[in-house]
């Protein structure tokens, strides 16, 4: 089993959420051809300009998905560290795993400094 990671460009000046879309999408499947129905099935799609459902400035909603390498970490350690630097929605990235279950990123709340704090709820 592979990742492959599909990146939403904010066409319009906002991004798609729901349950299964955010900022970064992530499948995880046997081989690239698979994810992308996948992706497909759950709202992901190309040619958004031309088929005027996106911005024209801003261009096409999605990218095409492609293999995550993480290198020496673990898949949920890289996209934590991604969503941290990155990130622009809450959650960052949904990963949807290939036993049908999903798992979620949330970006670090950090101060001036570059430093995670805790949330502060009034």
């Known amino acids: ?17 729901d349950d299964d879309l955010t900022w970064r999408v992530v499948i995880e499947s046997d081989d690239y051809e698979q994810a992308e129905i996948y992706a497909l ?3 992901v799609y190309y040619d958004g300009v031309d088929e005027g459902r996106d911005c024209r400035c801003c261009g096409d909603r999605w990218y095409e998905g492609q293999e995550l390498d993480c290198e020496d970490q673990t898949l ?7 969503a ?9 990235v949904i990963i949807h795993y ?12 950090k101060n001036q400094a570059n430093e995670p704090v805790e949330a502060v709820l009034e």
């Open 1 to 17: 089993m592979a990742f492959f990671m599909w990146r939403q460009n904010n066409s319009g000046g906002h991004f798609v959420v």
């Open 41 to 43: 099935g759950i709202g």
């Open 76 to 82: 949920v350690e890289h996209l934590q560290e991604y």
């Open 84 to 92: 941290d630097d990155y990130g622009w929605e809450n959650p960052s």
């Open 98 to 109: 290939a036993d049908g279950t999903k798992g979620t990123i949330t970006r670090a709340v």
